[in-house]
């Protein structure tokens, strides 16, 4: 099992640029989650699905952020136009439903942002 | 405002003593917490779970120790090994079925060989 991949592991860009992050759920999950760690406020769930469906999208920071999840084994964050204070690693993780316990959550490695 | 606080974020322990890792909580309705541990470069895994109708759960090395009238728990590992040095989060949600689980900013963990 391949796990929870997430692409790019790193990515740099300029204030003002579109950002697009990619997840990969492990197959048969029918949750996904984003998260985003910063120094200040550590791991903030950001949005997630149920079978492909935005369920919670509270924790978006604001309209800049986008996530959509197109099919059962991608989905996408985009931040347009990007600010240095969403310089953070963001994290993908899924579930499968019918697991009450929170540990069967996988995270993936987290893509690296920094905007200049 | 934090939720969920992990105040030490960093401790450095020497090999094969006791390491205990602190987390403090201000919502009164959270009763089901758990411990992940992050490597650099890598996701989040997770630990270990306590729910609330427990005040100790315990896996090998590692016990989680709730105490909700003080709104506190905390996690031990005995003996520390130096590959528990990692960044340790707490995170707390309102039920074990619930998915916005509320994460604490993490706590450094450091085991000197």
């Known amino acids: 099992d391949a796990g929870v991949i997430q692409s790019p592991r790193h990515e740099v860009t300029e204030m003002g640029q579109e950002v697009t992050l990619r997840c990969k759920p492990i197959s048969g999950h029918d949750y996904l989650f984003w998260y985003r760690q910063t120094m200040m406020r550590g791991l903030e769930l950001l949005i997630y699905?149920?079978?492909?469906?935005?369920?919670?999208d509270s924790g978006m920071p604001e309209d800049r952020f986008s996530a959509k999840m197109p099919n059962a084994s991608f989905s996408t964050l985009k931040i347009q136009p990007s600010e240095p204070r969403d310089s953070a690693v963001y994290f993908c993780?899924?579930?499968?439903?019918?697991?009450?316990?929170?540990?069967?959550?996988?995270f993936g490695p987290g893509t690296r942002l920094l905007v200049l | 405002d934090q939720q969920v606080k992990q105040n030490s974020p960093s401790l450095s322990v020497q090999e094969g003593r006791i390491s205990i890792l602190n987390c403090d909580y201000t919502n009164s309705m959270f009763d089901y917490f758990l411990w992940y541990k992050k490597y650099p470069a890598e996701g989040p895994t997770f630990l270990i779970s306590i729910s609330s109708i427990k005040d100790k759960n315990e896996d090998g090395r590692f016990t989680v120790f709730l105490n909700k009238s003080a709104k506190h728990l905390s996690l031990h590992i005995v003996p520390s090994q130096p590959g528990d040095s990692a960044v340790y989060f707490c995170a707390a949600s309102e039920d074990n079925y619930g998915q916005n689980f509320v994460f604490g900013p993490g706590t450094r963990l450091s085991v000197l060989p």
């Open positions: 699905f149920n079978n492909n469906v935005p369920i919670d």
């Open positions: 993780a899924s579930r499968r439903s019918g697991t009450p316990n929170q540990e069967t959550q996988y």
